[in-house]
């Protein structure tokens, strides 16, 4: 099975930026969809943004849409997620997950598979 692992998450003030790192073993994330979600202690998990690292097509949040970056390094077997222009209401623990085959832009983690840890963010 493949194993997600997330790194990057911290304490930061409004306006600050960050970048999370999802890192995959046992298995390549090449042709594959990936995800990046949070949750906020309440409140249901959301999908943040997303990308099919086939053809780097990628799909955002209207919340972070200008102000957050998703990309992949095949090589690394890694996608980021780059935060820029925080606020408050980004707090949340952020996850990555990866789909299965064949499911066409997924957006709702309940079509993601595997799913990491997560990291925390806190924007304060």
């Known amino acids: 099975d493949v194993q997600l692992v997330e790194s990057g998450g911290g304490s930061v003030a409004t306006g600050d930026s960050l970048k999370l790192s999802c890192e995959a073993s046992?298995?390549?994330?090449?042709?594959?969809?990936l995800g990046w979600f949070r949750q906020a202690p309440g409140r249901e998990r959301e999908a943040v943004a997303t990308?099919?690292?086939?053809?780097?097509?990628?799909d955002y949040a209207d919340s972070v849409k200008g102000r957050f970056t998703i990309s992949q390094d095949g090589f690394k077997n890694t996608v980021y997620l780059q935060m820029t222009s925080l606020k408050p209401e980004d707090t949340a623990r952020y996850y990555c997950?990866?789909?299965?085959?064949?499911?066409?832009?997924?957006?709702?983690?309940?079509?993601?598979?595997?799913w990491g840890q997560g990291t925390q963010v806190t924007v304060s």
């Open positions: 997950a990866i789909a299965p085959d064949g499911v066409l832009r997924p957006w709702r983690p309940a079509e993601y598979r595997y």
């Open positions: 046992g298995g390549t994330i090449n042709e594959k969809c």
């Open positions: 990308i099919y690292t086939g053809d780097d097509i990628t």
